[in-house]
Protein backbone atom coordinates (compact mmCIF):
# COMPACT_ATOMS: atom_id res chain seq x y z
CA UNK A 1 0.00 0.00 0.00
CA UNK A 2 2.82 2.11 0.68
CA UNK A 3 4.08 1.68 -2.58
CA UNK A 4 1.03 2.44 -4.13
CA UNK A 5 1.03 6.14 -1.98
CA UNK A 6 4.34 6.82 -3.39
CA UNK A 7 3.78 6.15 -6.81
CA UNK A 8 0.80 7.76 -6.40
CA UNK A 9 2.23 10.98 -4.69
CA UNK A 10 5.68 10.72 -7.62
CA UNK A 11 2.56 11.76 -10.35
CA UNK A 12 0.69 13.92 -8.33
CA UNK A 13 4.86 16.00 -8.25
CA UNK A 14 5.42 15.47 -11.54
CA UNK A 15 2.16 16.82 -12.65
CA UNK A 16 2.43 20.03 -10.29
CA UNK A 17 6.29 20.37 -11.65
CA UNK A 18 4.73 19.75 -15.45
CA UNK A 19 2.11 22.74 -14.81
CA UNK A 20 4.55 25.23 -12.90
CA UNK A 21 6.82 24.48 -15.80
CA UNK A 22 4.05 25.54 -18.53
CA UNK A 23 3.07 28.65 -16.17
CA UNK A 24 6.54 29.88 -15.45
CA UNK A 25 7.19 29.32 -19.80
CA UNK A 26 4.17 31.72 -20.18
CA UNK A 27 4.88 34.18 -17.59
CA UNK A 28 8.18 34.36 -19.01
CA UNK A 29 7.29 34.48 -23.18
CA UNK A 30 4.52 37.15 -22.10
CA UNK A 31 7.69 39.44 -20.26
CA UNK A 32 9.95 38.62 -23.21
CA UNK A 33 7.26 40.10 -25.53
CA UNK A 34 6.10 42.95 -23.29
CA UNK A 35 9.81 44.21 -23.39
CA UNK A 36 10.21 43.59 -27.10
CA UNK A 37 6.94 45.70 -27.70
CA UNK A 38 8.42 48.36 -25.39
CA UNK A 39 11.79 48.63 -27.06
CA UNK A 40 10.34 48.62 -30.55
CA UNK A 41 7.96 51.82 -29.30
CA UNK A 42 10.64 53.69 -27.59
CA UNK A 43 12.78 53.95 -30.84
CA UNK A 44 10.11 54.18 -33.56
CA UNK A 45 10.12 58.50 -32.95
CA UNK A 46 13.61 57.85 -34.29
CA UNK A 47 12.71 55.66 -36.95
CA UNK A 48 9.65 57.38 -38.08
CA UNK A 49 11.70 60.95 -38.38
CA UNK A 50 14.89 59.78 -39.07
CA UNK A 51 16.84 62.03 -41.79
CA UNK A 52 19.27 59.99 -43.89
CA UNK A 53 22.50 60.17 -41.96
CA UNK A 54 25.07 61.26 -44.69
CA UNK A 55 24.03 64.07 -47.19
CA UNK A 56 25.09 63.40 -50.64
CA UNK A 57 24.50 63.43 -54.35
CA UNK A 58 22.31 61.14 -56.02
CA UNK A 59 22.08 59.92 -59.69
CA UNK A 60 19.68 57.87 -61.07
CA UNK A 61 20.91 57.09 -64.65
CA UNK A 62 17.85 57.41 -67.58
CA UNK A 63 17.67 55.77 -71.00
CA UNK A 64 19.69 52.79 -70.43
CA UNK A 65 19.16 50.65 -73.27
CA UNK A 66 19.83 47.08 -71.36
CA UNK A 67 20.82 45.51 -68.45
CA UNK A 68 24.25 44.20 -69.98
CA UNK A 69 27.00 45.19 -67.95
CA UNK A 70 27.83 47.90 -65.44
CA UNK A 71 27.31 51.66 -65.07
CA UNK A 72 30.49 53.44 -64.44
CA UNK A 73 29.75 57.45 -62.84
CA UNK A 74 32.64 59.53 -62.01
CA UNK A 75 32.91 62.79 -60.02
CA UNK A 76 34.78 65.60 -60.85
CA UNK A 77 35.93 68.11 -58.72
CA UNK A 78 38.29 70.25 -61.65
CA UNK A 79 38.68 69.97 -65.20
CA UNK A 80 41.67 67.54 -65.23
CA UNK A 81 40.92 65.09 -67.56
CA UNK A 82 37.47 65.58 -67.57
CA UNK A 83 35.68 63.42 -68.36
CA UNK A 84 37.84 61.05 -70.78
CA UNK A 85 40.43 59.79 -67.63
CA UNK A 86 38.17 59.06 -64.70
CA UNK A 87 40.20 56.39 -63.62
CA UNK A 88 43.44 58.77 -62.73
CA UNK A 89 41.30 62.77 -62.40
CA UNK A 90 37.77 61.74 -60.77
CA UNK A 91 37.46 62.08 -57.33
CA UNK A 92 34.82 59.94 -56.01
CA UNK A 93 33.95 56.36 -58.94
CA UNK A 94 31.30 54.25 -58.53
CA UNK A 95 30.40 50.92 -60.64
CA UNK A 96 26.81 49.62 -60.56
CA UNK A 97 25.05 46.96 -61.66
CA UNK A 98 22.23 47.42 -63.70
CA UNK A 99 19.20 45.99 -62.94
CA UNK A 100 16.22 45.99 -64.96
CA UNK A 101 18.01 48.59 -67.38
CA UNK A 102 17.93 50.75 -63.97
CA UNK A 103 21.21 52.46 -61.88
CA UNK A 104 21.90 55.07 -59.31
CA UNK A 105 24.76 56.00 -58.02
CA UNK A 106 25.27 57.84 -54.51
CA UNK A 107 27.94 59.77 -53.64
CA UNK A 108 27.83 60.63 -50.18
CA UNK A 109 29.73 62.88 -47.52
CA UNK A 110 30.81 65.06 -50.96
CA UNK A 111 32.13 68.60 -49.13
CA UNK A 112 30.40 71.59 -51.07
CA UNK A 113 31.94 73.19 -54.49
CA UNK A 114 31.31 72.63 -58.05
CA UNK A 115 31.82 69.35 -59.88
CA UNK A 116 30.70 67.32 -62.76
CA UNK A 117 29.90 64.32 -63.56
CA UNK A 118 30.76 61.54 -66.40
CA UNK A 119 28.70 58.18 -67.11
CA UNK A 120 29.45 55.54 -69.03
CA UNK A 121 27.40 52.11 -69.98
CA UNK A 122 30.56 49.72 -69.71
CA UNK A 123 28.26 46.89 -71.28
CA UNK A 124 31.97 44.89 -71.94
CA UNK A 125 32.95 45.46 -68.83
CA UNK A 126 36.05 46.85 -69.46
CA UNK A 127 36.72 49.89 -67.56
CA UNK A 128 36.33 52.51 -70.74
CA UNK A 129 33.80 54.05 -73.34
CA UNK A 130 34.16 51.88 -75.90
CA UNK A 131 34.73 53.29 -79.42
CA UNK A 132 34.38 52.59 -83.39
CA UNK A 133 37.21 53.27 -85.58
CA UNK A 134 36.50 56.79 -86.29
CA UNK A 135 36.17 57.53 -82.51
CA UNK A 136 32.50 57.58 -82.16
CA UNK A 137 30.92 55.97 -79.37
CA UNK A 138 29.50 52.38 -79.22
CA UNK A 139 28.39 52.58 -75.72
CA UNK A 140 26.18 54.95 -73.96
CA UNK A 141 27.32 58.04 -72.08
CA UNK A 142 25.75 61.31 -70.43
CA UNK A 143 27.26 63.89 -68.35
CA UNK A 144 25.54 66.21 -65.85
CA UNK A 145 23.62 69.47 -66.33
CA UNK A 146 22.53 67.91 -69.64
CA UNK A 147 26.00 68.81 -71.33
CA UNK A 148 26.13 67.07 -74.92
CA UNK A 149 29.05 65.61 -76.64
CA UNK A 150 28.94 66.82 -80.57
CA UNK A 151 32.59 66.13 -82.35
CA UNK A 152 34.46 65.74 -79.35
CA UNK A 153 33.17 65.62 -74.66
CA UNK A 154 31.90 68.48 -73.59
CA UNK A 155 33.63 70.81 -71.23
CA UNK A 156 34.23 70.97 -67.49
CA UNK A 157 32.11 73.68 -67.71
CA UNK A 158 29.83 72.95 -69.82
CA UNK A 159 29.15 70.14 -67.42
CA UNK A 160 29.51 71.61 -63.91
CA UNK A 161 27.17 71.98 -60.78
CA UNK A 162 26.95 73.47 -57.66
CA UNK A 163 26.81 71.18 -54.62
CA UNK A 164 25.77 73.08 -50.93
CA UNK A 165 26.50 69.94 -49.21
CA UNK A 166 22.85 68.98 -49.09
CA UNK A 167 20.91 66.20 -50.72
CA UNK A 168 20.78 66.60 -54.17
CA UNK A 169 19.33 64.77 -56.81
CA UNK A 170 20.02 64.35 -60.33
CA UNK A 171 19.23 62.77 -63.65
CA UNK A 172 21.60 61.81 -65.85
CA UNK A 173 20.20 60.88 -69.97
CA UNK A 174 22.57 58.59 -71.71
CA UNK A 175 23.48 58.89 -75.34
CA UNK A 176 23.78 55.95 -77.97
Known amino acids: MS ?8 RKSALTFTAMLAVIRYAMGVRCVA ?16 QPSCPGIYVEIANIENSTGTVA ?9 FPTEFLHSATHIMMM ?7 RCSFLDIPP ?8 HDENMDGKLNT ?7 EGYG ?3 GAEAG ?10 FSYGGENLDLTIRLTY
Open 3 to 10: MLMSKSHN
Open 35 to 50: LGSVLAFTSLPAIVFA
Open 73 to 81: CALFESPAG
Open 97 to 103: KIRDTEA
Open 113 to 120: GTYALAVI
Open 132 to 138: NFLGVPT
Open 143 to 145: FSS
Open 151 to 160: MSAPSFEAAS
